[in-house]
């Protein structure tokens, strides 16, 4: 089976400061794989690489097959990503159902399909609120929606659900959950919650600028060497969805 990501002894330089050395990493369809470790550690960099936002000074990086600065629109259109938080102007006098065609195209215009791309994230209460005047959490519902909408083969996820309640994290969680075993779409996610990891992710990498471990989250949650890399004690909150 073809890796949707592959990469090979990478190593990233930002403004003459190692950020990731030697790190290796695949992703195969129907994995979640969850990428963990401290703040800092070279996380939301990876990501950056692999959609081609960060350039690298060596090492072997494939996205679908290609090198990140060779794909096009077309394989674009085939990975989700949703970052820690959108940069654009909150001020913009948009409506949601406006931003969603804007970002989603042409055949997005219709109202019924916007209410489904919502409805897959419990929001389509939002559709014809003003952007301004969203809450954090809903602005990351509306991102998250987005990147669901076209059916991406590879789902890029940087702590997604920041500001987002516990019920509907859970749902969107089990919305990936289907996505990986009915469509076999692949999903790299960072995260620092342990007990999402626990419940969702096929296998779990950490890094701290290099690889540190990988395997399964039975594994890799119960090593100690996770507690040298955290600085404190590593446990797996479990939560409750009322």
């Known amino acids: ?24 990493l695949r992703l ?13 550690a070279g996380k939301t ?23 990140p600065h060779q794909l096009t629109r077309a394989d674009r259109a085939q990975i989700g990503y949703v970052p820690q938080a959108l940069q654009f102007d ?20 219709k109202r019924a399909r916007l209410i489904a791309v919502l409805e897959a994230v419990d929001a389509v209460h939002l559709l014809d609120k003003p952007v301004r005047a969203l809450s954090g959490g809903e602005m990351q519902r509306v991102v998250i929606a987005c990147a669901l909408a076209q059916e991406p083969k590879l789902l890029l996820l940087d702590e997604p659900a920041t500001g987002i309640d516990v019920g ?10 289907h996505l990986r075993t009915e469509r076999q779409v692949g999903t790299l996610i960072v995260s620092h919650d342990l007990s999402i990891v626990s419940r969702y992710a ?20 119960q090593m100690p060497l996770l507690e040298e890399v955290y600085g404190h004690a590593v446990g797996v909150y479990h939560h409750h969805e009322h």
């Open 28 to 40: 195969f369809p129907q994995e979640t794989v969850a990428l963990i470790g401290p703040n800092g």
């Open 45 to 67: 960099t990876l990501l950056r690489v692999l959609l081609g936002l960060v350039p690298y000074q060596s090492g072997q990086v494939r996205v679908l097959g290609k090198a």
């Open 90 to 109: 909150r001020t913009m006098p948009l409506l949601v159902s406006e931003l969603l065609r804007a970002i989603l195209g042409d055949a997005y215009q």
């Open 202 to 221: 096929t296998r779990v990498v950490c890094i701290h600028h290099r690889l540190v471990c990988e395997g399964t989250p039975a594994e890799v949650l």
């Open 168 to 177: 509907t994290r859970l749902h969107f969680y089990d919305l990936v959950e």
């Open 1 to 24: 089976m073809t890796p949707l990501i592959e990469v090979a002894d990478l190593r990233v330089q930002l403004d003459g400061r190692p950020i990731l050395e030697g790190v290796h």
